[in-house]
């Protein structure tokens, strides 16, 4: 295996960071869902929403980094289609990341509720309560989460093909650590 050049390190960390908090707030939005209406499911609301915003500002971050910074490149022997795909694979997550929070965001205001982040301050209010297209947008939501789990789960599924069977080096371009 040829030597890989690595993401720089603020990349690598606001990956795994932006990774965790996208499983943890998917899976509390799928817990909470399914629970009857109690406090504990209203805090869980907000939990989730906190979490969305918060990826949300992360993701602007990561994209302003990752524009600024060349990415480094493919391994050699990586077809063009498989870059094609990535690449592809990797703009549509990009586009998820601020999808998902922003629907979920306008979802909530149609809704009629604001989103008050860490219980500290109300985000802006850019939309009045709309009872006709709530239901629109918490489908839109769930549609769009759907699409980046599934999404995601390529993404892994690629990483670990080019670690275990490819053994090319892809994976360490993101690995923590040196």
Known sequence: MAATQKYSNVSIALHWLIAVLIIIAFIMGNIMVDMRMSPTKLQYFSYHKWLGVTVLGFVAIRLISR?????????????????????GTHILLYVLMFAVPLSGYFYTLAAGYPVVYLGLFELPVLMAPNPEIKGTLKELHEILNNVMFVLVLLHIAAALKHHFYDKDGLLHRMRPGR
């Open 67 to 87: 524009l600024m910074s060349k990415a480094p490149p493919y391994p050699e022997n990586m077809g063009k289609l498989p870059t094609q795909l990535a690449n």
